[in-house]
Each structure stands twice: as C-alpha cells, then as structure tokens.
C-alpha cells in the first residue's frame, strides 16, 4: 500500500468537484464518510427524521456498530471547517466561470446568501 498526501490527487478532479458545494451530503437522509472518523470507521450524520428512523432500525438490528465521534479537531468540528471550505471554494470558481460567461449550476456568491438554496 502506499499513501500521499490528499492534496497530490487535486490536479485529477472533476471539472465538476470544482464547483460542487455539498462535500458532506448536506442534502441526504443520512451521509457517511471518513471526515472525522478513526481509522476503520465511518462518520454518520443524520440529517432528516426519516434518516433517524433508518439509522435506528439498522442500530437496533445490530447491522451497525457505533462508537461516538469525537469533538475537536478530528470529529464534528473538522466537518463543518472543510464542508465550509469547499463551499467557499467552489463559489470562487463558480464566480469565475460566470464572469468568463460560462454556465453553472448555481447562482454567484454576489446573488444569494447560502448557495445550497439554490439545489
């Protein structure tokens, strides 16, 4: 196995990361992913009641393990830093693509206040 920094694997993007707003599934039911979480984990965040009602019959049937995730630098804190960071980003990119005429999905930085309103 080999490792490297995540930041090497920028230049091999999408064009479309560049100018998504939604690192962590702000949309979903329920999202996962590694952001937070201790090797060999999964961070979940349950985002809708419909989720909750998922997540506790999968908890309840044993089908998943759960640990808490921790606070600070590593846990829910980390998950709303980067989920802000790429939203900032990405609304760089996206102010730029419309000065330069291009088409984007959203509206710019300068139209509407929470991007995300937009979807």
Known sequence: ???FPIKETHGYEQNG??????LVSEMSDVSTGSIGAPD????VLVRT???DTIFKQATDAGAIELKP???????LEMHTKLAKSKKEKA???I???KAMGQPVPYKSSSEKEDPLTNV
């Not at 995730?69 to 846990?75: C, N, W």
């Open 1 to 3: 196995m080999i490792s």
């Open 17 to 22: 990361c560049k100018i998504c707003l939604d």
């Open 95 to 97: 102010d730029e693509r």
């Open 69 to 75: 995730m921790d606070e600070g630098k590593f846990g």
């Open 40 to 43: 060999n984990w999964s961070s």
């Open 49 to 51: 009641d419909s989720g």
């Open 91 to 93: 609304m760089k990119v």
